[in-house]
């Protein structure tokens, strides 16, 4: 099975950076995936991570150490739109389901 | 504009009730999953269909069935809807392997069952 943890809940301030933590324990790994869901909306698909190292595009981040079983989500120079939740997600070995976490909400303030 | 259309946004049913909740791809995925999502608990798996016909259990099959009959459609059944069923149900799908875009979602389904 897979356990994947990630805090409940962040705030930050607008024009900063934060950092969301990922760890996660599985029986085989093929992929680690972030996600953004606003409140009602679907989620969207942000970044992916197979191999250790930083994976950056725009203001976003992803970090992966598969010998740690950690990954990070860097969000920089932080608008009011990015408050939303950011989901965790790890496919296993079959290449076929994702295994969730159970998502940290981002509170961006003024 | 790629696609992964689910039927209704919002749905209310009574208790014992048999519901279909559809989902539809346009982008010859081979995958397509249902989780449902619901405060606290976050995305779990309910069933995915890996080809037509063929379907697996996730973590949370009890109460649910599915179909499969065309590649593009993957329908969610509730057999006799009961109130622990409230919740959202997200339809996905994916390509099977190492792609990196993982899934695309649907908007949701909102069922409230009473």
């Known amino acids: 099975g897979q356990n994947i943890d990630q805090p409940t809940e962040m705030t930050a301030t607008e024009g900063a950076i934060v950092q969301i933590n990922c760890t996660y324990q599985t029986s085989g790994f093929n992929g680690l995936f972030w996600y953004q869901q606003h409140a009602g909306e679907a989620p969207t698909f942000l970044s992916y991570n197979v191999l250790d190292g930083l994976e950056e595009k725009g203001r976003f981040s992803s970090f992966l150490s598969r010998s740690k079983g950690y990954s990070y989500l860097l969000l920089k120079e932080l608008q009011m739109k990015d408050s939303a939740s950011y989901l965790c997600?790890?496919?296993?070995?079959?290449?076929?389901?994702?295994?969730f976490g159970k998502g940290t909400s981002l509170l961006v303030t003024p | 504009d790629v696609k992964v259309t689910q039927s209704s946004r919002y749905l209310v049913k009574r208790t014992g009730e048999k519901v279909f909740l559809e989902c539809v791809q346009d982008m010859d995925h081979e995958n397509m999953f249902w989780y449902r999502q619901d405060p606290g608990l976050g995305l779990r798996l309910i069933y995915f269909s890996y080809d037509v016909k063929m379907k697996e259990k996730g973590d949370i099959p009890e109460g649910y069935s599915v179909s499969r009959e065309k590649k593009e459609r993957f329908s969610l059944i509730l057999e006799s809807a009961s109130t622990n069923q409230t919740s959202m149900y997200l339809c996905?799908?994916?390509?099977?392997?190492?792609?990196?875009?993982?899934?695309?979602f649907g908007s949701g389904t909102r069922l409230t069952v009473v």
């Open positions: 997600a790890v496919r296993g070995n079959s290449g076929y389901a994702l295994n």
């Open positions: 996905a799908s994916s390509f099977t392997g190492t792609g990196r875009h993982g899934y695309t």
